[in-house]
């Protein structure tokens, strides 16, 4: 009997031709993750100061000798070129000479200074309960990569009204926020104060950080949240709604 597992392989994002970060992702949406990335980092604030974004491709996943040798492959790049050379200092800031897991969007920072960054005001919008519990029931029938290997996570973009505007899929929950947010980035957003974020795992500090970066007022959960992440969203102003299931949640305002 065969299983299908989830592919994970490494990107490089460069800006400048210079390197900046390595991630371990599932490939597809590259450009996408690299826009959020750096839209996450306060590198941009709206897709305009991105010149050209390109995906340079590598090897791709080595074979089973290679990572018996503990290669894993040149991976892939994309190659961003900014137009505001003025933002040189936040891009040496969030550059980090570390190879990032799929599973911790803050691995590498060097200080806990680090892990502050200016947010955006959030304006509180109201959802009813029972719109906000119905979304991850939305999304399930456009996780074809979950439901074939069990072993991804989703991110999904709605209005406030419940509709599907994008959803992204990866190994690094982190990873499939940056794509949702970074497809919005793209295509010209620069707040998504009239957006609902949903994540298929858990909410942690560094998605609720991602989420209000982007002035995302309501975050929904299929998980739990944690201390750090409900006392952020509700300093904020921004709905929470965690650990979402038939008939459960847990509201966090």
């Known amino acids: 009997m065969s299983d299908v597992v989830a592919v994970e392989a490494p990107l490089e994002i460069r800006v400048s031709d210079r390197p900046l970060v390595i991630t371990m992702r599932t490939p597809g949406h590259d450009e996408e993750l690299a826009a959020g990335f750096l839209y996450a980092e306060g590198i941009i604030t709206n897709g305009d100061q ?8 590598g090897s791709g996943v080595s074979g089973r000798e290679e990572l018996a040798a503990g290669k894993i492959g040149s991976g892939d790049r994309v190659l961003v070129e900014l137009r505001d050379k003025a933002k040189a200092g936040a891009i040496e800031r969030a550059r980090r000479d570390f190879r990032a897991t799929a599973a911790c969007g803050v691995c590498g920072k060097e200080s806990l200074d680090d892990l ?4 955006p005001p959030i304006t509180r919008v109201e959802c009813a309960i029972e719109l906000l519990g119905s979304l991850p029931e939305r999304m399930r029938p456009h996780q074809t990569l979950f439901a074939a290997t069990g072993g991804i996570h989703a991110a999904g973009l709605f209005t406030l009204d419940g509709k599907l505007l994008s959803l992204r899929e990866d190994i690094g929950r982190h990873n499939a926020v940056d794509k949702v947010i970074g497809r919005a980035v793209l295509d010209g957003a ?15 500090f560094e998605l609720v950080q991602k989420a209000l970066k982007a002035a995302i007022p309501v975050m929904v959960s299929v998980g739990a949240a944690s201390s750090l992440a409900v006392d952020m969203a509700t300093a904020a102003g921004m709905t ?3 650990f979402v299931g038939t008939e459960r949640g847990n509201l966090h305002v």
Not at 52 to 57: A, C, L, N, V, W
């Open 190 to 204: 620069e707040s998504l104060a009239d957006r609902i974020l949903v994540v298929s795992g858990r909410a942690g």
């Open 50 to 57: 991105i010149v050209s974004i390109r995906m340079e491709g």
């Open 240 to 242: 929470l709604y965690s």
């Open 116 to 119: 502050d960054q200016a947010l």
